[in-house]
């Protein structure tokens, strides 16, 4: 049973832009807090986005000024909004689900299958 579903990624030249979604089924609705990870390879999973059910949003400091999350409650959906993407995002975005936002990935209780973003310098 999927509950998490992302798509919007693929390959853009720096300084462009994408959006990436993330739908969630009826049955993990009551986890409000939505959040954006990213692994790189070699790398740890990092936080680069979240919105509490209150609609309060946190980013990572890399991302500031350029990606904006944000969420369509009626429709079970999450969004990020990339702008003046750089090489150093390309990476694997992975959306996750949990009942209160946390900057600790164990808090998160669902996530997506990952879609990749890959920046060309």
């Known amino acids: 049973q999927v509950m998490l579903v992302e798509s919007g990624g693929g390959l853009v030249a720096a300084g462009g832009s994408l959006r990436l979604s993330c739908v969630a089924s009826a049955s993990i609705a009551s986890f409000q807090a939505r959040t954006w990870y990213r692994q790189a390879p070699g790398k740890r999973r990092e936080l680069v986005a979240g919105i509490t059910g209150g609609g309060i949003t946190k980013y990572a400091d890399s991302v500031k000024g350029r990606f904006t999350i944000s969420r369509d409650n009626a429709n079970s959906v999450v ?20 009942r209160t936002f946390s900057w600790d990935a164990l808090t998160y209780n669902y996530w997506g299958q990952g879609t990749q973003v890959t920046v060309s310098a």
Do not use: S, V, W
Not at 79 to 98: F, V
């Open 79 to 98: 969004y990020l909004d990339m702008d003046n993407l750089k090489a150093e995002d390309t990476a694997a975005y992975y959306c996750a689900a949990g």
